[in-house]
């Protein structure tokens, strides 16, 4: 399946630096630079879902409940001390 892509001009004239350096063509490096982009893209989506998933199975705690649990430290430890008081 063909597609026809429109690029920048400028990005069209570093294609065309790049295609006369490396001797090949522009729809080959095209191809070639789509091709691993979209791999590294596949492999961080995967790598970020297994860090989630790793962080939720090894029960890490998200942001929010992080600060929720240091207000109440807070809180907790300014009480503790004669009264709150401007931190």
């Keep these: 399946m063909a597609v026809i892509v429109k690029i920048p001009s400028p990005l069209a004239k570093r294609l065309t630096i790049a295609s006369v350096q490396s001797r090949r063509s522009p729809d ?3 191809r070639t630079a789509l091709a691993e ?3 590294y893209l596949e492999w961080r989506a995967k790598a ?3 860090g989630f998933a790793s962080g939720t199975r090894d ?3 998200n942001s929010e409940t992080v600060m929720k649990n240091f ?3 807070q809180a907790a430890f300014c009480i ?6 401007d931190l």
């Design 28 to 30: 080959s490096i095209t």
């Design 37 to 39: 982009h979209l791999s």
């Design 48 to 50: 970020v879902d297994e």
């Design 59 to 61: 029960g890490w705690l």
């Design 71 to 73: 207000a109440k430290r």
């Design 80 to 85: 503790t001390r004669g009264g709150i008081r």
